[in-house]
């Protein structure tokens, strides 16, 4: 007799799969245990958004980039000017 173990085990995975989505969709909440930072200041409430942060201006154009980024809900971008010390010229230039 063939060996249907192959067989039945895609539609069982899906099902644990189907029923581990389930409970966590209808878990509690977690509760976060978040400390305020003293050093934090609270104007700074900008960088709390989404941003990106850019290595190298000439790796993400913004004529390519900057329409993904804003659907994305992209708030602040930063730009790499400093590499410990040694300024980055062509992030300058791209300025």
Known sequence: MRDMTPICRPPLLVCIL???IALQSHAAPQ???VQSD????PGN?????TGVLVGSADAMPI????DKMKRSGVKWLALQIDNGGKKRED????I
Not at 45 to 49: A, I, P, Y
Not at 63 to 66: A, L, R, V
Not at 91 to 94: F, R, S
């Open 18 to 20: 189907a029923i581990a």
């Open 31 to 33: 509760p976060t245990n």
């Open 38 to 41: 003293p050093s934090r200041n």
């Open 45 to 49: 409430s900008l960088f709390d958004e």
């Open 63 to 66: 004529d390519h980039f900057g």
């Open 91 to 94: 992030n300058i230039a791209a």
